[in-house]
């Protein structure tokens, strides 16, 4: 698929149809995040594919959120993925804290991005979620108190009628600039500060 149409068919998935959503395909996405850049090639992430029984509702009840379930749709979601952040090489992490920058974080999103993509190629949706029960989600899965899961992916077919929002972003202009630093502030009555 031409890039662009790709990046603009990737949208928030929030409905979802029933459909299962087969190992194969959910690995061609998974090979799109294992292909993601990352600082050092640390490649500071591990992918859980939650997608049967008694987990998966477990799960989903994770992903709607605490205090405030903001994720009631991802009760829908045939897959919830995972997504355990890592230790990162150690000139990665002394760069980044030199830097005063968490690479790990902008790795990750990378990856989940490059995820994002291949499902949108073939047709899968994605909600990306970063509001959700993180200790519950570890208890769940097994995963050390030491480590974090900064993100989970659910995923899942569209329903049938499912129509591409139309993308809400600052034009261009709003947010490029030529050889220094010049920003239009947001109008004050923009949505910025909705979360959608
Ligand atoms: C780091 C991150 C966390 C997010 N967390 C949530 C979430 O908890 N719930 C949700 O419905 N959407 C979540 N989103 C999706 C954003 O709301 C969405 O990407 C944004 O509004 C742009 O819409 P689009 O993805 O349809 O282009 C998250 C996205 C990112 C990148």
Redesign the pocket.
């Known amino acids: 698929m031409e890039f662009l149409k790709l990046v603009k068919k990737?949208?928030?998935v929030?409905k979802f149809s029933v459909q299962p959503v087969s190992r194969k395909e959910i690995e061609a996405c998974l090979e799109a995040a294992r292909l993601a850049p990352s600082a050092c090639n640390s490649q500071p992430w591990h992918f859980i594919v939650v997608d049967e029984g008694k987990l998966l509702v477990e799960m989903r009840e994770a992903a709607v959120?605490n205090p405030v379930p903001?994720?009631v749709f991802v009760r829908q979601a045939p897959v919830i993925i995972a997504v355990v952040e890592e230790t990162a090489k150690l000139a990665a992490s002394i760069g980044g804290f030199i830097k005063g920058h968490g690479y790990k974080h902008l790795d990750i999103?990378m990856a989940v991005e490059n995820f994002c993509l291949a499902a949108a190629e073939r047709g899968i949706g994605t909600?990306?979620?970063?509001?959700?029960d993180e200790k519950r989600a570890k208890k769940i899965l097994g995963v050390p108190k030491t480590k974090q899961i900064p993100?989970l992916i659910a995923v899942g077919y569209p329903i049938e009628n499912f129509q591409i929002?139309e993308?809400k972003r600052r034009e261009l202009s709003e947010i490029v600039s030529y050889n220094g630093y010049s920003r239009i502030e947001p109008d004050a009555g923009s949505n910025e500060q909705t979360?959608?």
Request: proline share 5%.
């Open positions: 990737r949208c928030s929030r959120g903001i994720n999103g909600c990306i979620l970063g509001w959700f993100l929002p993308k979360c959608r």
